[in-house]
């Protein structure tokens, strides 16, 4: 009897993992831009900091301002650019860099550039897309 009550409770378990995977693919599964996204969008000049660190390993911050530019397709490709891609001090000849994006407010999308450097992300900049052209 113990037995059939184990597997039982793994059959359960089996079921509740399969439920809140298939949950989770589901949830993550959006597969459509939401159309008042695709467009062209701008910021207004913004200060943006880059993070690096110094040969004694503590780190140091360079900011500058920029107009970030940013194209969304309804194909799910994105064009866009940050100023000029090089601040005139700018630190770092090359950088990675993950825009986050907050959910659209009518024609607004408010948004976080990061610096992504090994598993730390660094806000660079909290900044305010307005939609200029569809």
């Known amino acids: 009897m113990k037995k059939l009550k184990l597997m039982s409770n793994y059959n359960r378990l089996n079921i509740a993992i399969l439920v809140l995977v298939t949950f989770f693919l589901h949830s993550c599964g959006q597969t459509s831009i939401p159309p008042g996204m695709i467009g062209q969008w701008r910021t207004n000049k913004n200060l943006i900091t880059v993070r690096t660190k110094s040969e ?51 024609k607004i999308i408010d948004a976080e550039l990061r610096y992504t450097e090994g ?4 806000p660079m900049a909290g900044i305010i897309f307005n939609k200029i052209e569809d």
């Open 56 to 106: 004694n390993g503590k780190f140091v911050f360079t900011s500058d301002s920029a107009i970030i530019t940013l194209r969304i397709n309804s194909d799910h490709t994105v064009n866009g650019s940050v100023g000029s891609a090089k601040f005139e001090n700018d630190p770092l000849a090359s950088k990675e860099v993950e825009l986050w994006l907050a959910p659209l407010q009518g």
């Open 119 to 122: 598993w730390s992300h660094f």
